[in-house]
């Protein structure tokens, strides 16, 4: 399996755990978008909780120029440890929401 396929699956199996919780509370519904034509991957949010209406994303990744950028992480601990942990070197994550400034933060020690 080449680099970008297995970074591709690692991304979506990663989403789809994600997608699989259920909010602790209101009538929120998980929405995996998973676009393999341009390599975008989302977790997105629906629904209503104490009369609100809930929307947007919860994860956002790309993958471009054989790399991993996480342009949105709305996940309490973020997803980067377990995209580690699951086969994704380090050096080939970006946190695309930080400002480029911010390389020496890129990812977590």
């Known amino acids: 399996m080449d680099t970008r396929t297995s970074y591709r699956e690692i991304v979506k199996d990663v ?5 699989r919780l259920r909010p602790s509370h209101g009538a929120i519904r998980l929405d995996t978008v998973f676009d393999e034509q341009q390599d975008h991957y989302a ?5 209503w909780d104490r009369g ?3 929307r ?15 342009e ?9 440890d377990e995209l580690i942990r699951r ?5 080939k994550i970006v946190l695309a929401f930080l400002s480029p400034s911010s390389e ?3 990812v977590p020690a």
């Open 15 to 19: 989403i789809s755990k994600y997608a």
């Open 43 to 47: 977790l997105m949010q629906s629904g």
């Open 52 to 54: 609100v209406r809930v």
């Open 56 to 70: 947007g994303n919860l994860i956002y990744v790309t993958l471009r120029d054989n790399k991993v950028h996480i």
């Open 72 to 80: 949105y992480d709305g996940i309490e601990h973020g997803i980067s």
């Open 87 to 91: 086969g994704v070197p380090k050096e």
């Open 104 to 106: 020496s933060e890129l």
